[in-house]
């Protein structure tokens, strides 16, 4: 059975912290690099930070510095911290695998909702 499930989100206040979660299905999980995806208002959703099956991460520059993307492959768990969020990191946080060249994602969790006040 396939399952994203995204939690954590919330309303914190510019210069606040939130670690979210989201468990997955080994099927999307098992040795396949992960990704933490960002919705904002009005805008299609766009890729934050990836990490690979041993480890490697890398961000979009936005947040580099403020967010770490982790994963617990025995749980089947991928984490994300953001600390010193800035209203501009307000959206709906996704958690998937990161699509290469034989693997495209084809279903998606209902994700949580991160909102960032000035």
């Known amino acids: 059975q396939v399952q994203l499930v995204e939690s954590g989100g919330g309303l914190v206040q510019a210069g606040g912290s939130l670690r979210l979660s989201c468990a997955a299905s080994g099927s999307i999980f098992s040795n396949r690099a992960m990704a933490w995806y960002r919705q904002a208002p009005g805008k299609q959703r766009q890729l934050v930070a990836t990490?690979?099956?041993?480890?490697?991460?890398t961000y979009v520059d936005s947040v580099k510095g403020r967010f770490t993307i982790s994963r617990d492959n025995a749980k089947n768990t991928l984490y994300l911290q953001m600390n010193s969020l800035k209203p501009e990191d307000t959206g709906v946080y996704y958690c998937n695998g990161l699509p290469n060249i034989v693997w495209v994602p084809n279903y998606w969790g209902q994700g949580t909702q991160v909102t960032v006040s000035s």
């Open positions: 990490i690979s099956n041993d480890g490697r991460t």
